[in-house]
């Protein structure tokens, strides 16, 4: 793979990168992006050890998680159990497809999220893109927190399976 | 599993909710920002071949930081930067002429056997222990702390994204590589198989062999000269084979480099107190990331703590974990202002402020998860820290007066009153000449990383908007005073930059000594009616010979008198002299900035550069009349430690504080009014109401003609050069304004008022909590351009009080 190829693969990739670096970290996208930087460049300077027939994003995932681990060596923060990683790597191999079908991810969340049931999409709306606390967001929708966040987890759990349903078929 | 920090939240669950924020925080198909900046720095690597294996231990922390910075600075200074690369074009490469990968002089300085013996040492630690990763810590630990001392050789040989234009600098590109610390597959063995690593490139080495010995030697410190990049294309927006979907964001927007500096354009790497560092350690080597996985999860969890946030519910919907800094800096102490009667004290004189430090100071607190100590909350310069939308001034002074009432958000019934000041914009392009001295303190305490790399940064950031005619000298004092560049025509950038970069820190500090010296060279290269500035970067451990903290103020005021003003610095936590940076600038002409972070040092040497460096009024005192016939009583908040005297305002010995080119200045005022009796008309006499101030029973009469005048504000101001001060007046009427109907300035203003009172825990409180304050934060959010609310609100939620 050539400079070129890596950065194309890195321009479908790059934002469900930081999303994943986000999941690992439970921080905020900006430092997502950081060690989304980093785990690339790593990448890029081992390009000739990656097998184009393999998967640019679990290539990548994994050197963001190595990154991320090597972090936590010094911080020592709360750790995921291996079954919580696997499971998430699942989930973004499911959603590679989009990149590697040259279809754009998060447009399709965006469509996924404007089909959500009112209520649903009210509460996404609050935590996400207001940017409120659980109990700020609670309020504003006179409800309760533990009502709210059983609501935004299945709010989510609609939006899992509204991307799952308009995953694009793989390329050959 | 109460090790996971997401206890309720399913795996997938966990997924789709990084999804959203990550959809939530950016809009568009690619951030091209970060391609851009990614795009340099695969041009690096481009350069600089890495075939060797890499110290695990050295230093990226603040290189993602930085480079996102410099992005900032890069659309800040337009025209100065060229930043091509392959996502943004097709072309080839571009560079014919930068052949060089490796200057002569860094191969002769290699030296693989000390190498060898470091990378051996650490690989015999990892083959005794067997995976234990308690001494693997301990020799990380060591390493880092001497890397600290390389930290800012390393550092300001770093290439932020904006100077990758200059290629020639290859010198410093290939520590940069040294530090990325990302080591070919070729070399790296898995620990488990524990075979000895293999050295490869010259250059790695060179920089092991300095870890080994504790410092770069001076040789290796002064850079070779390196070709100065022989090709600046300018960047085409319109580039058909743009691999990228909307090319016009990318950062050329017309940028064109004018041939370049020759070699060291670098700036140091701040790293960021409290945020991620990312290591990027060559471990992950040879082995699949699935074993290396299964090993490391069960390692760290042998060795992992569990962490309980203050709010386990937040995390459920947003988690943060904050992180923990130690904090032993020094505050002066405030006694905030009280309630007066207007009657007895109907003036009130303070000197203004611009300073910000306080804020900046809080923010850092905060964001490391620990409680502010109140003392450190100046609360005028946490208001003076955001932009406003004061009306500019027109007419003959330098500056225009804003003026506004509304309801007091924690006391029914009380009015605030926002007095705002807004200097007048000077054209950068327009600007005087400048005469700059840094004043550096480079001694041991500023042996940290959010110390001497973050000075570093700073300096450089000012000195890229220096142009020919300016002048730029340095002093640093450790120890011994001593001149590291005499003043210098400040288009010579590259030799600044140099010499900044080329500074080290060591010895204990003789602030006096070297304060004097910076002022004489200012002296020496006086510009008349030009700017002529020592600019002063410390962490506050002034060890200030044999002066106290007001003979140095009285010095600086001295100073300031022949037309030599003084900008403060702070760097820093631990070691924080907050009181007594805030006093030498206080009346000393000098404004006082605290930098947390690389976006700090933009803030206060880039986008607000002119107000920083431009004073366009010295000593500029407000003195507040109240009608006793309005007003009960009345409270200044904040200015704790910026009263004068009342016969002080009209003297024009007495210092104040200084107004630069388009800053804001607020104060608030909370004030009870007289008579909440507006329908009882004017002459009446009450029959069931005594007057209580009288002193004797007798009935209260409502004023006739009393005037509507709530207060007035009264305002002195010199000129820069100077002596004599001129008068301002203007009266306010209350209109009776309610909260909807105030300005979203207003608004703000007194949320941030009304969280300097909660972290102060000031017995003005009243009703005040969080979310009042967040409440009001929000609905004054505005536009915003510049996120500053965004973040302050951020800080409300996550402020211990």
């Known amino acids: 793979m050539d400079r070129e190829h890596f950065s194309r693969e890195v321009t479908k990739h790059h934002r469900q990168l930081f999303a994943y670096a986000i999941s690992l970290t439970s921080s905020d996208p900006h430092r997502a992006r950081d060690l989304v930087q980093e785990a ?77 049931p009112d209520n649903f999409r009210a509460a996404v709306q609050q935590i996400y893109f207001v940017g409120d606390s659980g109990r700020e967001a609670a309020e504003a929708l006179a409800t309760s927190e533990s009502a709210l966040r059983k609501r935004l987890q299945r709010a989510r759990e609609q939006l899992r399976n509204c991307l799952q349903e308009h995953t694009p078929n793989p390329t050959a | 599993m109460s090790d996971n920090n997401h206890d309720d939240l399913s795996s997938e669950d966990l997924a789709i909710d990084a999804l959203l924020r990550e959809h939530s925080h950016f809009e568009g198909t690619a951030d091209t920002d970060f391609l851009a900046n990614l795009d340099a720095r695969l041009d690096e690597v481009d350069h600089n071949p890495p ?119 290859e010198w410093f590109k290939s520590k940069k590589t040294e530090g990325s610390a990302a080591a070919s597959m070729d070399g790296i063995v898995p620990r488990e198989k524990g ?3 293999e050295v490869g490139d010259e250059t790695e080495s060179r920089f092991l062999s300095s870890v080994k010995n504790g410092r770069l030697s001076e040789a290796d410190r002064s850079p070779p000269k390196a070709k100065p990049a022989s090709q600046s ?73 569990v962490i309980t946030p203050d709010s386990v519910d937040d995390l459920n919907f947003h988690g943060r974990i ?14 905030d202002n009280v309630f007066k009667t207007a009657k007895q004290h109907p003036l009130s004189t303070f000197s203004i402020d611009v300073d910000t430090a306080s804020y900046s100071n809080l923010r850092r607190i905060i964001t490391s998860g620990q409680k502010v100590p109140a003392d450190a909350v100046r609360i005028e310069e946490m208001i003076n820290y955001f932009s406003y939308d004061y009306p500019q001034p027109e007419g003959e002074h330098p500056f225009a007066i804003d003026l506004e009432v509304g309801p007091s958000p924690w006391a029914e019934g009380n009015r ?72 210098t025509d400040g288009g010579r950038k590259s030799q600044i930059l140099k010499a900044i970069q080329s500074l080290s820190s060591g010895g204990s500090t003789n602030g006096e000594a070297g304060i004097k010296l910076a002022y004489r060279l200012a002296q020496n290269q006086f510009v008349k009616g030009g700017i002529n500035r020592v600019v002063l970067c410390t962490d506050g ?75 366009i009024a010295k000593d500029v005192k407000i003195q507040v009349e109240f009608n006793p016939a309005q007003v009960e009583s009345y409270r200044l908040i904040g200015y704790a430690n910026r009263m004068l005297r009342n016969r002080d305002f009209a003297d024009d010995k007495i210092d104040a504080g200084d107004i630069g080119s388009g800053h804001n200045v607020t104060a608030l005022y909370e004030i009870t009014p007289k008579n909440a009796r507006p329908d009882v008309p004017a002459g009446t006499t009450l029959r069931y109401q005594q007057d209580e101030e009288a002193g004797e029973a007798k009935a209260v009469v409502i004023a006739e003609n009393a005037s509507p005048d709530l207060l007035t504000v009264k305002l002195r101001y010199k000129k820069p050069d ?45 009703d005040l909590d969080r979310d009042l304050v967040l409440t009001l934060a929000k609905s004054a959010k505005g536009r915003d351009k510049d996120a500053r609310r965004k973040e302050f609100l951020q800080l409300v939620r996550d402020a211990k009080l």
Request: proline residues 4%; negative net charge.
């Open chain 2, 722 to 766: 100077g002596k004599t001060s001129t008068l301002l007046e203007v009266p306010l009427i209350d209109g009776g304004a309610g909260l909807d109907e105030t300005s979203n300035d207003f608004r703000h203003a007194t949320a941030v008022a009304g969280l300097g009172m909660l972290l102060r825990d000031s017995e003005f409180a009243g």
């Open chain 2, 51 to 169: 075939e060797a294996t890499k110290d695990a231990e050295t230093k990226t922390r603040s290189l993602p930081i930085f480079m996102a910075v410099g992005m900032a600075i890069a659309a800040c200074l337009p025209a100065m930067l060229l930043i091509q690369g392959r996502f943004s074009s097709n072309e080839k490469d571009d560079y014919s002429g930068n052949a060089e990968i490796h200057p002569p002089e860094l191969m002769a300085r290699t030296s693989p056997v000390a190498a060898n013996e470091a990378m051996t040492q650490k690989q015999g630690v990892q083959q005794s222990s067997g995976g234990s990763f308690a001494s693997l810590d301990e020799v990380r630990d060591e390493m880092n702390s001497q890397s600290f001392r390389e930290e800012s050789e390393f550092a300001a040989a770093s290439d932020p994204i904006g100077r990758s234009s200059a290629r020639s600098s």
């Open chain 1, 40 to 116: 690339l460049v790593t990448a890029y300077k081992n390009l000739t050890k990656f097998d184009v027939s393999r998967d640019f994003g679990s290539w990548v995932r994994g050197i963001i998680r190595n990154h991320w681990r090597d972090e936590l060596r010094k911080k020592r923060p709360v750790p995921f159990e291996h079954d919580v990683l696997e499971a998430l790597e699942e989930e973004h191999q499911h959603w590679d497809e989009f990149a590697d079908s040259g279809s754009d991810l998060f447009e399709q969340l965006g469509d996924c999220i404007a089909s959500l």
């Open chain 2, 416 to 487: 605030i009153v926002r007095v705002g000041l807004k200097g007048v914009d000077v054209d950068e392009d327009t600007r005087p000449s400048a005469n700059l001295v840094f004043l550096l303190d480079v001694s041991g305490s500023m042996n940290s990383h959010d110390k001497l790399p973050l000075v570093k940064k700073a300096m450089s950031t000012l000195v890229e908007g220096m142009a020919g005619d300016d002048t730029v000298g340095i002093v640093i004092y450790a120890g011994r005073e001593g001149i590291a560049l005499p003043p």
């Open chain 2, 195 to 197: 075979e000895a690593m």
């Open chain 2, 233 to 305: 294309v300018p960047m085409d927006s319109e580039r058909s084979d743009n691999l990228f979907a909307d090319a016009e964001a990318t950062r050329s927007r017309g940028a064109t480099l004018a041939s370049p500096p020759a070699p060291l354009v670098a700036s140091p790497a701040p790293a960021i107190a409290g945020e991620a560092t990312v290591n990027g350690a060559a471990h992950f080597g040879l082995v699949t990331a699935e074993t290396l996985e299964t090993k490391l999860a069960s390692e760290l969890r042998f060795e992992g703590q």
């Open chain 2, 322 to 335: 904050p992180q923990q800094t130690p904090a032993r800096d020094s505050y002066g102490q405030l006694k």
């Open chain 2, 541 to 615: 451990d002034f060890n200030a010979g044999t002066s106290s903290t007001d003979e140095l103020v009285d010095l600086v005021k001295k100073k300031a008198k022949s037309g030599v003003f003084l900008s403060v610095c702070g760097f820093g936590s631990g070691n924080l002299n907050d009181a007594m940076l805030e006093k030498i600038t206080n009346d000393g002409n000098g404004n006082y900035f605290y930098i947390d972070s690389a976006k700090e040092a933009e803030k206060v040497f880039c986008k607000d550069l002119a107000g920083t460096l431009i004073t």
